[in-house]
C-alpha cells in the first residue's frame, strides 16, 4: 500500500488543537490512569471524526513522545484511508490473517495507522475485530485511537467501541443537536460503555484567533 493511500496531512490547525485543549479531553489524556484505547465517533456524518482522531494522536505523540497507533475501522465513509486499498490493514487483523503489529504503516514519527483494508461485509468485520482487539493490541502503545462511523447511523460501530475502554464523541458545532447528543449518549450507556469525554468541533471564531486565545 502507497501512503498516498492514506489521509496523513500532519499539520495541526490552530482551531482543531483549541477545540481539544478546550475540551479538556487532552489534559485529562496525559494522566497516568487515562483510557489507554478510545473509540472516536460522531453522531451523524461530517462532524469531523477523522480530523479529531488523526490530530489527537499527533498531539499526544507531540506531549509524551510515545507511540499513538491509529485504527480506522470506518467502512462507510473515506476518512483516514483514502482511495484503493489491496488487502491488509484492519479486515486482514479481523480475520485472523495479518499479525496486529504488522497491520500498521508510519505516519508521523510517533504515529502509525491501522487503514481499514477491504470488507465485504462490514459488520462481520467490525464483529471479529472487536473480538480480536483486546486480546492483541500492545500495552506499550500511550494510545490507541480508532475511528469509527456515526454511531446514530450504524449502529454496529457499538460492536467495536465495546472492545476499547471508552468513547470520544465528537459534536459539531451549531449543528449537532442536543437531543441527538442525547440519544448518541444513551446508546452508548445503554450498550454498557462509557463516554470519556466530547470534543465540539469547528467552533467558529468570532474574533480574531489570537485574542480568541486570551480570552
Not at 476499547?164 to 449518549?185: H, I, Q, S, Y
Request: hydrophobic share 45%; glycine share 8%.
Amino acid at each position: 500500500m502507497s501512503l498516498t493511500t492514506v489521509a496523513a496531512d500532519l499539520h495541526l490547525p490552530q482551531k482543531v488543537r483549541d477545540g481539544l485543549l478546550q475540551a479538556r479531553i487532552f489534559p485529562d489524556l496525559l494522566h497516568a490512569d487515562a483510557p489507554r484505547t478510545i473509540a472516536i465517533c460522531a453522531c451523524h456524518r461530517q462532524a469531523g471524526t477523522t480530523t479529531i482522531a488523526l490530530n489527537l494522536a499527533l498531539m499526544l505523540s507531540e506531549r509524551n513522545g510515545e507511540q499513538v497507533s491509529l485504527i480506522d475501522a470506518n467502512f462507510r465513509s473515506s476518512g483516514l484511508t483514502r482511495g484503493a486499498v489491496d488487502g491488509g490493514g484492519f479486515s486482514a487483523f479481523a480475520a485472523g490473517t495479518l499479525p496486529f503489529e504488522e497491520a500498521f504503516v508510519p505516519v508521523g514519527e510517533k504515529v502509525r495507522l491501522m487503514h481499514r483494508g477491504r470488507a465485504d461485509d462490514p459488520l462481520v468485520t467490525l464483529r471479529a475485530g472487536a473480538s480480536r482487539l483486546p486480546a492483541h493490541a500492545p500495552q506499550g502503545a500511550a494510545r490507541t485511537l480508532i475511528d469509527l462511523p456515526p454511531i446514530l447511523e450504524h449502529p454496529d460501530a457499538l460492536m467495536m467501541a465495546q472492545a476499547t475502554d471508552g468513547v470520544l464523541l465528537v459534536l459539531e458545532a451549531e449543528e449537532t443537536r442536543w437531543p441527538v447528543a442525547r440519544e448518541a449518549r444513551q446508546r452508548i450507556e445503554a450498550a454498557g460503555m462509557r463516554i470519556v469525554g466530547a470534543v465540539l468541533n469547528r467552533k467558529p471564531h468570532y474574533v480574531p484567533s489570537w485574542l480568541y486565545r486570551l480570552l
